[in-house]
């Protein structure tokens, strides 16, 4: 008897499944792969939050111009874009991939 029943159960299982399947024989997937920016803006605000110590600088580096942002307040990823605001208020936007370094020591300028 416990034989017959598990023979209908698995005849009516695999008639089950055969029926959810589409008749393509494929289901699209969308599959998305985050950049290097988005992974670098995400890894710089992730770092952020464990800097205990103040004030925070960050060093942002483009065409040979080397800007340091002092008092950092907060750093935020969205997308592929670092949102950082200052004590002052002032908030910037900018490319994970220009930012050198995120730090509670002061930065050195080069001669």
Known sequence: ?????ILLFLAASVAGFAQTLP???SVPVTVRVP???????RGYAAAFATIT?????????????TTI??????????????IVETDKG??????P??????????????P
């Open 90 to 95: 002032l908030i910037y936007a900018l490319n």
């Open 1 to 5: 008897m416990k034989t017959i029943l």
């Open 23 to 25: 008749s393509g024989g």
């Open 53 to 65: 110590r103040t004030p925070v600088y960050l060093v942002h580096s483009r065409d040979d111009n």
């Open 69 to 82: 942002l002092s008092s950092i307040r907060s750093v935020k990823a969205s997308g592929a874009v670092l």
């Open 35 to 41: 950049s290097e920016a988005e992974e670098l803006a």
């Open 97 to 110: 991939k220009d930012v050198v370094m995120i730090t509670d020591a002061v930065p050195k300028k080069e």
